[in-house]
């Protein structure tokens, strides 16, 4: 099988305009997100965007980047854009382009999966939270699982209620997917569903049409960079483990 990285990148941030192209210790946010893609066992990585300056950073970096339609809505519609553009690739890893400290082994388990059942058509990964602060906060993506790991819901409220606070139960959903060229393709023309909406959370589109997604554990917890403080969190972070790409 082979494996294509495609990195979804926007210039237009309701919260931080030009995200992609911050400078994060000398370096524009997309050219850590990229080469730190690289380390993984992916067979290429592109940077998918419309914006002709975020084209141009990723080029003079060495990297490789396609530019896609402006009329896309979501990420997931301009991931399908490329995956039927690449036929030769088996299966497509959406890699986050706002995630500068993504790590190639979070990618590489990704990928496993794919490798030992060619039934799958979509996985994504989750985390242990550690404290019900995060539970409670609704930009913290939670998901449960079935007895074989595959997602039954994802949700911005706590799920499972907590009856009984047992924090044991309690996972992050974390927004890097896998999906079969295929199968996504075909996902980004499912109409919206009602809890897709209702959560503003894409991946239960593919719940609510019948399909599985399989959920696997990882122990790293990256920090995307959605605001100025985790843009903060993230540099403090790369000086004091003099993280170099």
């Given amino acids: 099988m082979k ?7 926007r210039y237009a941030s309701t919260r931080l ?16 997100v990229y080469k730190r893609t690289l380390a993984s066992s992916l067979d290429k990585v592109v940077v998918a965007t419309d914006d002709k300056r975020i ?34 690739y088996d299966v497509i890893i959406n890699v986050q382009g706002d995630e500068p400290l993504i790590e190639g082994a979070m990618i590489d388990a990704l990928i496993e999966p794919f490798r030992e059942n060619h039934d799958l058509v979509m996985a994504t990964l989750k ?15 939670k998901v449960i699982t079935d007895n074989k790991d595959f997602a039954i819901y994802f949700s911005r409220s706590p ?17 890097i997917y896998g999906y079969k060229r295929d199968f996504v393709i075909e996902y980004s023309k499912m109409i919206p569903t009602d809890l897709e909406i209702s959560e503003s959370l894409e ?8 399909y599985k997604i399989k959920v696997l554990d990882t122990p790293y917890k990256v920090i995307g960079v959605d605001t100025s403080e985790d ?15």
Avoid: C
Avoid at 17 to 32: T, V
Avoid at 130 to 135: F, G, H, L, S, T
Avoid at 159 to 175: E, S
Avoid at 203 to 210: A, D, F, P, T, Y
């Fill in 3 to 9: 494996f294509l990285g495609v990195i979804p990148a």
């Fill in 17 to 32: 305009e030009g995200k992609p192209l911050i400078s994060i210790e000398g370096q524009p946010m997309i050219e850590w």
């Fill in 55 to 88: 084209f141009d950073a990723v080029i003079s970096f060495g990297g490789e980047a396609v530019m896609t339609s402006p009329d896309h809505t979501n990420g997931t519609s301009r991931i399908a854009e490329v995956a039927a553009e690449y036929e030769d």
């Fill in 127 to 141: 985390h242990k939270i550690d404290n019900y602060e995060e539970v409670e906060n609704p930009n913290n993506v």
């Fill in 159 to 175: 799920i499972p209620y907590p009856r009984t606070l047992d924090m044991k139960n309690y996972y992050k959903h974390v927004g």
């Fill in 203 to 210: 991946q239960l589109r593919v719940i609510e049409n019948g």
């Fill in 231 to 245: 843009l903060a969190k993230v540099e403090k972070i790369i000086r004091d483990n003099n993280i170099k790409i």
